[in-house]
C-alpha cells in the first residue's frame, strides 16, 4: 500500500486566494483525519471523519475552512478565502475505526505559504 | 479535551538510554496510551501503545504506572536518527506539542 497520499506537497498563494488540499486515504480504513501544524500551536486536530461523515469538527478555526470526504478514498480541506495566518502543514491521517486500539497511520503533509 | 503533558524538550547522549515521561491523569480505564513521533517535518509516525501492562517493541519500551495517571516511554539505546518530536496521546486523535529530543553525540 502507498500509504496516505497527500496533494500538492506544497503550496503557495497569495492572501484570499482559494486552497483545497486533498488526501487519499489508505484503502480499508475508515476514519479520516485533518490536522494543521504550527511552531506556536503544535499538531491540532481540525476535523475527522467516520465513514465518511463528519464527526467533529470543533477544531476548524472559522467558517473559511471547510472539509468534505465525498466517498471512502477522497477527502478535501478547503480554506477560502486564505489568509497569511493559514499558512501551517496540513496533514491528513487515516485507521481503523472500532476495536481497541487502532494505530493512525499520516501523509507527508502539505506545506501551505499564504503569502 | 483530553489532555497530556510532556516536558517541551530533552538531551540524551548517544548511546545511552532515553526516558521520556508523559503525565495523563484524566485517562479513562478503557483507554489506551499512545506513542508518536516526528522526525523533522514528516507525519507522525507510531511507536507503540499499552494498556496496563509494560509493553515492549523493535522500537521502544513503555511504561505505565499503575494508576495509569502516567507512562514512560524508553528508547533503549539512543542513535542519532532517534532525534525527533515525540507525542504521546490517549484518545488516539488529540496531539500536543510533544517532547523535542535532543540526542548529542
Known amino acids: 500500500d502507498a500509504g496516505v497520499i497527500q496533494s500538492p506537497r506544497h503550496e503557495v498563494t497569495e492572501m484570499g486566494q482559494e486552497v483545497t488540499l486533498r488526501c487519499k486515504p489508505i484503502?480499508?480504513?475508515?476514519?479520516l483525519f485533518w490536522y494543521r501544524q504550527t511552531m506556536m500551536r503544535g499538531l491540532e486536530l481540525l476535523i475527522y471523519?467516520?465513514?465518511?461523515?463528519?464527526?467533529?469538527d470543533s477544531g476548524m478555526p472559522e467558517d473559511r475552512f471547510s472539509a468534505k470526504m465525498p466517498n471512502a478514498s477522497f477527502s478535501t480541506l478547503k480554506i477560502q478565502p486564505s489568509e497569511p495566518r493559514d499558512s501551517a502543514v496540513y496533514f491528513c491521517?487515516?485507521?481503523?475505526?472500532?476495536?481497541?486500539?487502532?494505530?493512525?497511520?499520516f501523509g507527508p503533509g502539505t506545506r501551505l505559504t499564504v503569502l | 479535551d483530553a489532555k497530556t503533558t510532556q516536558p517541551p524538550s530533552m538531551d540524551c547522549a548517544e548511546g545511552r538510554a532515553a526516558n521520556l515521561p508523559c503525565n495523563h491523569s484524566?485517562?479513562?480505564?478503557?483507554?489506551?496510551v499512545y506513542w508518536y513521533r516526528q522526525i523533522h517535518s514528516q507525519g507522525p509516525q507510531y511507536i507503540i501503545h499499552?494498556?496496563?501492562n509494560n509493553e515492549t517493541n523493535e522500537m521502544a519500551s513503555l511504561i505505565i504506572t499503575e494508576d495509569r495517571k502516567s507512562s514512560t516511554l524508553i528508547l533503549p539505546h539512543a542513535t542519532l536518527r532517534d532525534t525527533a518530536v515525540y507525542y504521546c496521546?490517549?484518545?488516539?486523535?488529540?496531539f500536543g506539542k510533544g517532547t523535542r529530543l535532543h540526542i548529542l553525540p
Open positions: 491521517a487515516s485507521r481503523s475505526w472500532g476495536g481497541a486500539y487502532n494505530e493512525q497511520f
Open positions: 471523519f467516520n465513514n465518511n461523515v463528519p464527526i467533529d
Open positions: 484524566t485517562i479513562s480505564g478503557n483507554e489506551y
Open positions: 484503502s480499508g480504513h475508515n476514519s
Open positions: 499499552g494498556l496496563k
Open positions: 496521546t490517549y484518545d488516539k486523535i488529540i
